[in-house]
């Protein structure tokens, strides 16, 4: 499934909601992530959009995931590999994992929730 197929499934548009609000300077941080559509369990095996940087650059670049969980909520959330002053809460992925890009696996991340569904660096290059 490709990324703007997925948000329609999940009811958003993919380039007014991910592309638009960016500046160039943001879009062209994004181009160079991997973008990917794996299901989910959590989101009773409907899609997730994730959006990975260079791993290399996931201290100052996150890694963000879209999807709607069981109950039927959008959810935006953004992780990097370093605190953040806007993460609450801290997670570790475990090798295997076929829900999840293997990139994540073996890294403690920091995340947050992020109420719209706007990319987390919002055009803004750190």
């Known amino acids: 499934m490709r990324v703007d197929e997925a948000a329609a499934y999940l009811g958003f548009d993919a380039h007014a909601t991910l592309v638009v609000p960016l500046r160039e300077d943001g879009q062209r941080v994004y181009s160079e992530y991997r973008w990917v559509v794996i ?20 201290d100052i670049w996150p890694w963000e995931s879209w999807y ?21 809460a801290t997670w570790r992925e475990s090798p295997g994992a ?9 890294v403690t991340w920091h995340w947050y929730d992020e109420p719209t569904m706007t990319p987390a660096l919002g055009g803004r290059t750190p």
């Open 98 to 106: 076929p829900q999840r890009p293997p990139e994540i696996f073996g």
């Open 68 to 88: 709607r969980d069981g109950a039927g909520a959008l959810i935006h959330h953004v992780h990097y590999a370093a605190p953040h002053p806007r993460c609450t």
């Open 39 to 58: 299901p989910h369990w959590l989101a009773k095996d409907g899609p997730v959009i994730y959006a990975l940087p260079p791993m290399h650059r996931a």
